[in-house]
């Protein structure tokens, strides 16, 4: 079992900056593969990040790169989402996941946080 717990979400200008932190509680957290995905209103969940769980390899939404890094403390068991240059765009409902596979499909995510709320004004 993995219980996962979002943090860091918030207001912010476009422009600006937010780290995502997502704090993970369980034995098998470092064996996982960790993602992010979002949420905006009226739309589906989409992919945002993940990474493998050792932390070598990354992934990310073309729509995100070069922007956000994913990044991972296993020995803190915590996964980060470090967000720069962010749009109004990117306003949506952040969730972080845990699963055995490291792929963009949601539903081969085992657990989920709760999912936090980012809002990024113009």
């Known amino acids: 079992q993995v219980q996962l717990v979002e943090s860091g979400g918030g207001l912010v200008q476009a422009g600006g900056s937010l780290r995502l932190s997502c704090a993970a509680s369980?034995?098998?957290?470092?064996?996982?593969?960790m993602g992010w995905f979002r949420q905006a209103p009226g739309k589906e969940r989409d992919f945002v990040a993940a990474?493998?769980?050792?932390?070598?390899?990354?992934d990310y939404a073309d729509s995100v790169k070069g922007r956000f890094t994913i990044s991972r403390d296993n020995a803190g068991n915590t996964v980060y989402l470090q967000m720069n240059s962010l749009k109004p765009e990117d306003t949506a409902v952040y969730y972080c996941a845990a699963g055995d596979r490291f792929v963009r499909y949601d539903y081969a995510y085992d657990y989920w946080g709760p999912g936090i709320q980012v809002t990024v004004s113009s």
């Open positions: 990474i493998t769980w050792r932390g070598g390899i990354t």
């Open positions: 369980g034995r098998t957290f470092s064996t996982r593969a």
